[in-house]
């Protein structure tokens, strides 16, 4: 599973273009300056997070141990991760709004990791009652 496969780097200008427009939109009343600083912020991070948040879900799905810790683990730990870097580069930015610029992108996150390893379970299932 490639980090920049075709459709991932979509997925990406996809976040980019979400993300950083809604941290410009949630910062704008600070400044025009401020905004444009965390929507860049923003975008280039929630791009980056969704090139690699797949492989990462992937990777540890397959070295956990039982059903339960497969699907939640992953997005548990992701979204702690990505979550906690937006946190501080947002924090080193002083970004105005940090709150509302952090929180909705890492709720979708979390909800689609959380997708991704039932699908990977799913699959995994698929596979195990077709042997």
Known sequence: MSA???????????AFLLWG??????NWSAGHREASI??????TASALITLVMAVCANALFTRLPGP????ILPPLLI????FSALWLAH???????LWA????????????????TFSL?????ASSSEQ
């Open 121 to 125: 379970a799913r699959d995994a299932s």
């Open 68 to 71: 339960v810790l497969r699907i």
């Open 21 to 26: 427009g809604w941290a410009l939109l949630a």
């Open 91 to 97: 924090t080193a930015n002083a970004t105005p709004a």
């Open 101 to 116: 610029t952090i929180l909705p992108p890492s709720a979708l996150a979390f909800a689609y990791c959380l997708y991704l």
């Open 79 to 82: 979204v702690s991760v990505s």
């Open 38 to 43: 965390a929507g860049l912020l923003q975008g």
């Open 4 to 14: 920049v496969a075709p459709g991932r780097l979509a997925a990406a200008a996809m």
